[in-house]
């Protein structure tokens, strides 16, 4: 693979080297040098984590502005189910997907739809045997890059189902087709509140290409979407997810929707690397599935969403009531075409912590690094720029770095360096010496 494409970018002017975000990093994947913070691209997950920690806005996800949209002559919008709850007192999926509409698309499909097609596939999954358990979901994609770092030996243990952003993105096209529209002329944007699945879609690992032709921002949306909303009075019939594909924005949704007694929804970041270890130390095989998602909140708390996460809960349950009692459901053959909903490439280990191709010479530099490492002061302090004592050791080795980076051993060599002067003072000869 060549060069690894991001949507998490660093706006280098906004950064002041404060070092806040290094520390977050699940991965290790920042560093402070010169008073800027670099990204590594081979270690990055796009989890988004340095986005919410940066106080000065340094860090931001990429994404398509929504004049994109008209590069294309069939515009359709596939939202994420966190859009609907974006907004105070509205309860009714169809009014928020009719001001899409008016923003200037030509259709509108749910990916909560999609989530519950994702679901039904998920289930006959899970009843095969030849699964090992616990099965890990694969809905978001930072947790897919995480086990591919952190966790490869639990590859085979990940869902190899498309996700439902996706799958709503083939449905779409293969319906549009039917009906005559030509490929080239549809354009389907995925409305996301993740900054992972914008690298997602735009560097798939598992399927040859995504369907989905460009990712616009929950944010940048949401402030056009908010004038729109006031002037709808009857909204049209566009609805086709019930309860259950809502609720996949949230934690614990999908795992719910499948009907799995035996399983465990973890969120946030650091909690989830918690219960991955634990999954790889063989601790959870009484455990039949797993619903891990890097932000807390589950995609309601994504980088991209507006509103606080608990809040938006708070809506998402008024907004599932709503869906029980109110069925003001779309009826369009939407499905009719049937898709792959599974991946059709394998999914590979990255290994980003490689000290050297040649494995005599990782030896020699693993051996370096413990000796450099023990020089240490081991409190990870962070003022080097690196997250760890250990990965500026890494990174000395690696000749990234220098061992005077550490201000503990900048402030010994002064110290060093100090004496030997008062000692060559000292030696000075009578005929330059101010004592003689
Ligand atoms: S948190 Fe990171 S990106 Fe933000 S200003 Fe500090 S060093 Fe720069
Ligand atoms: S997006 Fe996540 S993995 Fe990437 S640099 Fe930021 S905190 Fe680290």
Partial sequence: MGEILHSVKLD??????????IKRCPTEAIRVRNGKAHIMDERCIDCGMCIRVCRNHAKKAVTE?????????????????????QFRNIVNPNIVLTALKKLGFDEVFEVAKAAEIITAESKRLLDDKNMPKPVISSACPAIVRLIQIRFPSLIPN???IISPKEAMA?????????????????GVFFISPCAAKVTNSKQPQVIEESYVDGVISLKEIYLKLVPV?????????????????????????????????????VDGIENVIKILEK????????VDFIECLACVGGCLGGPLAVENAFVS???????????????????????????DMYWTKPLKTKQVLKLDDDMEKAIEKLEHLEEIYNQLPKIDCGSCGAPTCRALAEDIVCENAHIEDCVFMLREKVRDMAEQMVTLSQKMPPSISKDS
Wanted: proline fraction near 6%.
């Fill in 12 to 21: 280098i002017d906004k950064c002041i080297g404060c070092t806040d975000c």
């Fill in 65 to 85: 502005p929504l004049d994109k949209i008209n590069d294309y002559a069939y515009k359709v919008a596939i939202p994420a189910p966190t859009l609907y709850t």
């Fill in 158 to 160: 990940i869902l190899p």
């Fill in 170 to 186: 083939r449905y779409a096209k293969e319906y549009l087709m039917g009906i005559g529209i030509k490929k080239e002329d549809i």
């Fill in 229 to 265: 909303i006031k002037t709808i009075d009857q909204p049209e019939r566009l609805q086709m997810s019930n309860s259950e594909g809502i609720g996949w924005a949230h934690t614990g949704g999908e795992g719910n929707a499948s009907g799995i007694e035996n399983h465990i929804a």
């Fill in 279 to 286: 999954v790889e130390n063989g601790k959870l095989d009484d």
């Fill in 313 to 339: 809960s708070n809506r998402m349950d008024k907004i599932k009531k709503f869906n029980k009692n109110n069925l003001y459901k779309r009826d369009i053959p939407l499905f009719d075409h049937p898709i």
